[in-house]
């Protein structure tokens, strides 16, 4: 079984602290992404990657920034949290293919962020 | 925007019975895929079906998708407890390829 996991389920932390969202992968997928989920919002894209070192900017990428050294991790950081930051955050991964969302994604469990 | 856009936004059953949802969208896609979010937790993949098909099934899931109309449908048949969900329909077009998520559809399923 492919599995994402996500280093918290759980975050409380302060405006301005930065902060490090994990996600790893075990299925030597390619592609990874990050998913920010709020009510009435759906799930909006932030960032993703189709290969190590590589990024690519989703459809809300201020604010935040993504690292990707070893093909099983990618990390969301929050250089300087804001309250507006606060939400649900998912990882999910996929194998790559000449279209991105060619293959369905497989999704961590999530990561619920509160910034005070 | 070719956001998917689910219809009901809530719906509730008793258990046994089918749940019928459905998906709009606005451009042509490359493929559409249904998830299934519980309470609180990561989203769950249950069926990807491309744009040269009709129908798809698995287990106690159809869905079929109808280009024309460009809308989709999920029923899940003799429905659960267990079934008690969100569901997401995304859509997938040919250029740039992201997965764009509807807003959802709310299935409470009562024993």
């Known amino acids: 079984d492919v599995k994402v996991t996500q280093s918290s389920r759980y975050l409380v932390k302060r405006t301005g602290e930065k902060v490090f969202l994990e996600c790893v992968q075990d299925m030597d997928h390619e592609n990874m992404f990050w998913y920010r989920q709020d009510p009435g919002l759906g799930l909006r894209l932030i960032y993703f990657?189709?290969?190590?070192?590589?990024?690519e900017k989703g459809d809300i990428p201020e604010g935040y920034s993504v690292s990707r050294e070893k093909k099983e991790r990618f990390s969301l950081i929050l250089e300087s949290a804001s309250t507006n930051q606060t939400s649900m955050y998912l990882c999910a991964s996929s194998l790559f293919a000449p279209v991105l969302g060619y293959n369905e994604q497989f999704f961590g469990p999530g990561t619920r962020l509160t910034v005070l | 925007s070719q956001q998917g856009e689910e219809d009901p936004q809530a719906l509730s059953i008793q258990e046994g019975e089918n749940a019928t949802m459905n998906c709009s969208y606005k451009t042509s896609i490359n493929n559409l895929q249904w998830y299934r979010q519980n309470s609180g937790r990561g989203l769950v993949h249950l069926i990807l079906?491309?744009?040269?098909?009709r129908e798809k099934h698995s287990g106690r899931l159809r869905v079929t998708l109808d280009t024309s109309k460009k809308s989709s449908s999920l029923l899940i048949t003799a429905s659960r407890a267990a079934d008690t969900a969100s569901y997401f329909c995304a859509t997938v077009n040919n250029q740039g390829g992201k997965l764009i998520f509807g807003q959802g559809t709310e299935l409470s399923v009562k024993p």
């Open positions: 079906i491309r744009s040269n098909e």
């Open positions: 990657s189709y290969d190590v070192k590589m990024k």
